[in-house]
């Protein structure tokens, strides 16, 4: 719009800012030759030639009355006032021309070029991501993209990447550009590469200088292009200033810098991290740094007390809370090594400390046992206020004399909110393997009410071991509520839970869902995930599903060691294992869980859970005996646990509908206790299953409709694998009758159109489809039909 005024001969008055090299000067030449073709002659000073347009670059550089003089020229309405400079806030003279120009005609900037500008002017020679880098470099500035697309184009000659060539050009344009610079423009974009947007006061302080002087220096930097839009140092300057300026002056400006921010109190943590690692070492630093790392979340304070230690503070106090920092942001080994040191020569106090650090760390690694003999190593006497960690070390490895030893030493700890909040943890646990569920978890979330955010690191959160009490109870509701509640509820532990819930509710796609969000790094994690993953195939009825799930747990189980806490999990990998055949590979965890659960008094709370998966165990792999000890001990605790009852009936249903004998009316009785006591695809299976063994059509109508009512919601449907009587038959077994509808349904035939090819009736080939259901071991349709598809019964399979 500018040079299309000026070669229409029009007035034109406009005011142009810019930083060195943003391509002022090339825009001022155009307008002269736009002017000289309109046959309009061109001054570069108000005195010369009057009459004519004129056009001034580098106004910046113009005294006071020079500007003056400029503006009364601007003032006639046929004169034609063209003005560039680069930025100067804090020259009243430019400011005032600045908007006497802009009142009369138009005052604008010329903004960094983008990496669509760039694009542009590179023609087809450099890629998006050539040009993202240029602009990054560059900060946009029209000569430094020149300098680096020139380099482009030479090296597209040479058919060499531009990469390297383009980096190196800007740099050296960058290097010439600071050679150009005053000390105190040099100085002044020092004081900005530590400290982003400095303000003339804290320059003027620093460098020892006047305020005026200051704030010439700042506009000068502005100006300079080095700096970005909010005075931010180029990152591709930094090391160009460092030799311009010479390390040693960098550093002495830095050092006065920090003490003049500490000094006042504005020393910003980002500022303080940057000066830490720029080898800034100074005691008041060093406590800035501590201090900010103390409070905040788990990965800040880890660049925080890491900074700390850079600055000077004593490893002996800052490496423990880096440690447990760690920790919580999830690197283990940096947490492992740094609380050795402590383990092996600190104080008491730092080995009760590394101590909660490293069972914190054993327990995201999946290692109960190593907890406990960390507990076992400290003794209850120098565990002090930790010692209800040892409790929760002991009771997750089974060994109730040491969570006896460590409860007594517990309740001497002083009555802080910490303490109460661990005594708290520690004694519902207790209480849960004596007492009812209700009571133990109450203990716990009183102690995840007095739990916050950013917390200690510890082997396991009050908020998770509510959720497992709840989920072992099969207390749906109980479990959201205390996932709800949780002070860190993004942590991976709390969202695979709650996954766990959701399966456990029927609604197998959340659950997916949910595991799908989720990226465990811990082997903790990996454990549930895995598992969870297991659940929802096995319950889909999934086969291929199932077994590639297993296929991907595998290294998983051969890794993992049973603890009290991780129960829920192994219980669907053992049926997951028994159901593809695989048992023999998790039989050491299964007794390992037995032999917890015994030394623990086999509590109902923990036990009963667990029992439902021996019992379904031992029914998917045919083996009455080893159904009795998990029936028995579903039977003992029935009678004060209405879970342990809904429990025991629906595994007394189980058995007459494997024997081939359901009761119908017992079956529906289990199969709603079952719903009612948050096991919702459990008794839609159980119904289901009952209803395929009957044999009057009524009664079989009646479980199918049991059947939808109690699992109407779920997600994914009720066409997961129930527990069966036999090892599922080879898809090879099948009988020529019973090969020929496989055949057909797996062409998508229905019943009727396979009854007319078959020359049966619809009614016998339903029938059909049931005992090869029975004799293959699908659970559900879907589940048939592909392992029939895998047996190769398929349209390219066997005729």
């Known amino acids: 719009m500018l040079l299309s005024r000026l070669q229409a001969g029009k007035p034109t008055i406009a005011f142009v800012t810019g930083v060195s090299g943003s391509g002022k000067t090339e825009l001022l030449d155009s307008c002269r030759s736009a002017l000289k073709r309109a046959g309009t002659p061109v001054s570069s000073t108000p005195d010369d030639y009057p009459g004519s347009a004129i056009v001034i670059d580098d106004a910046h550089a113009q005294d006071a009355e020079s500007l003056r003089r400029i503006a009364a020229l601007a003032t006639s309405p046929q004169a034609t006032v063209i003005v560039a400079s680069e930025p100067r806030f804090h020259d ?3 400011r005032e021309l600045r908007r006497e120009l802009g009142a009369a005609g138009s005052a604008f900037t010329l903004a960094p070029l983008s990496r669509a500008d760039i694009l542009a002017r590179a023609g087809g020679t450099i890629t998006p991501v050539v040009a993202e880098a240029i602009r990054v470099d560059s900060g946009g500035v029209r000569a430094a993209v020149n300098a680096a697309l020139a380099a482009a184009r030479t090296a597209a000659d040479d058919s060499v990447e531009p990469d390297v060539p383009v980096r190196e050009a800007i740099s050296l344009w960058q290097q010439r550009r600071l050679r150009e610079l005053d000390p105190a423009t040099l100085d002044v974009l020092t004081i900005a590469g530590l400290h982003p947007a400095p303000d003339p006061d804290t320059i003027a ?30 990152a591709s300057v ?26 006042h109190g504005v020393l910003r943590e980002d500022t303080a991290i940057t000066a830490a690692h720029a080898g800034i070492t ?29 600055a000077g503070a004593d490893p002996d106090v800052a490496n423990l809370p880096l440690a447990d920092a760690a920790v919580r942001a999830g690197d283990l080994d940096t947490a492992t090594t740094l609380v050795d040191t402590a383990l092996a020569d600190g104080s008491a106090a730092a080995r009760r400390d590394a101590v909660r650090i490293a069972s914190a760390v054993a327990a995201r690694r999946g290692s109960y046992s190593r907890c406990a003999a960390l507990y076992r190593w400290l003794g209850p006497e120098q565990a002090g206020a930790d010692a209800p960690l040892g409790v929760l070390a002991f009771l997750g490895t089974g060994d109730r004399a040491g969570a ?38 109450g203990s716990v979330l009183r102690s995840a009410s007095l739990s916050r955010p950013h917390d200690r690191a510890e082997p396991e959160s009050a908020t998770a071991i509510a959720a497992l009490l709840s989920l072992h109870g099969g ?49 903790r994690d990996q454990v549930v995930a895995r598992a969870l993953t297991v659940a929802i195939a096995r319950r889909r009825g999934d086969a291929g599903g199932l077994l590639n799930a297993w296929k991907d747990a595998a290294p998983v189980v051969a890794e993992m060691e049973t603890d009290l806490f991780n129960l829920l999990p ?6 997951a294992a028994v159901r593809l055949g695989e048992g023999a590979r998790v039989t050491h965890l299964v007794d390992d869980a037995d032999r917890l659960l015994a030394e623990l008094g086999s509590p109902p709370v923990w036990a009963t859970s667990w029992s439902w998966y021996g019992v379904q165990a031992a029914i998917l792999s045919d083996d009455p005996a080893a159904l009795v000890p998990y029936a028995r001990m ?19 249903a189980w058995l007459r509908v494997m024997q081939g004998s359901p009761d119908v009316i017992e079956v529906e009785s289990a199969a709603r206790k079952l719903d009612e006591a948050g096991l919702p695809w459990d008794a839609a299976r159980l119904a289901s299953e009952a209803a395929l063994r009957v044999d009057d059509t009524h009664s079989a109508t009646t479980l199918l409709q049991v059947a939808r009512l109690v699992g109407g919601g779920s997600g994914g449907g009720v066409t997961a694998h129930a527990p069966t009587p036999d090892k599922p038959a080879s898809a090879g077994q099948l009988s020529e009758r019973e090969a020929e509808v496989a055949r057909h349904l797996l062409l998508g035939h229905t019943y009727r159109e396979i009854g007319a090819h078959l020359y049966i009736s619809a009614k016998t080939v339903e029938h059909h489809v049931a005992r090869i259901r029975r004799r293959i071991g699908a659970g559900s349709r879907s589940e048939m039909l592909s392992m029939l598809r895998a047996a190769g019964y398929g349209p390219a399979g066997p005729e």
């Open 92 to 94: 009243p003279a430019l």
């Open 205 to 234: 302080e620093t460098l020892g200088i006047a305020h005026d002087i200051a704030c010439g220096a700042l506009d000068r930097a502005r100006g300079s292009g080095f700096l970005s839009a909010t005075d931010t140092l180029l």
């Open 238 to 263: 930094a090391p160009r200033l460092r030799v311009a300026r010479g390390e040693h002056v960098v550093a002495s400006i830095h050092r006065a810098l920090v003490d003049v921010l500490l000094a």
């Open 282 to 310: 100074t005691p008041a630093l060093a406590q800035l740094l501590s201090d900010a790392a103390a409070t905040a979340p788990a990965a800040r304070a880890v660049t925080l007390w890491t900074a700390a230690l850079a």
């Open 404 to 441: 006896d030893e460590f409860t007594a030493a517990a309740a001497s700890a002083p009555p802080t909110t910490e303490n109460s909040r661990a005594l708290l943890l520690s004694t519902g646990l207790v209480t849960s393997l004596t007492t009812s569920r209700a009571a133990a978890i």
């Open 475 to 523: 207390d749906l509701v109980g479990a959201r509520s205390a996932l709800g509640r949780s002070a860190n509820a993004g942590a991976i532990r709390e969202k695979l839970l709650l996954g766990w819930t959701v399966m456990l509710g029927g609604d197998l796609n959340g659950a997916a869902d949910i595991v799908k969000s989720c990226a465990p790094q811990h082997f």
């Open 570 to 575: 192994l219980g669907e990998l053992w049926l």
């Open 634 to 652: 579903l039977g003992e605790a029935a009678n004060d646990d209405p879970f342990a009852a809904a429990l025991a009936g629906a595994g007394r």
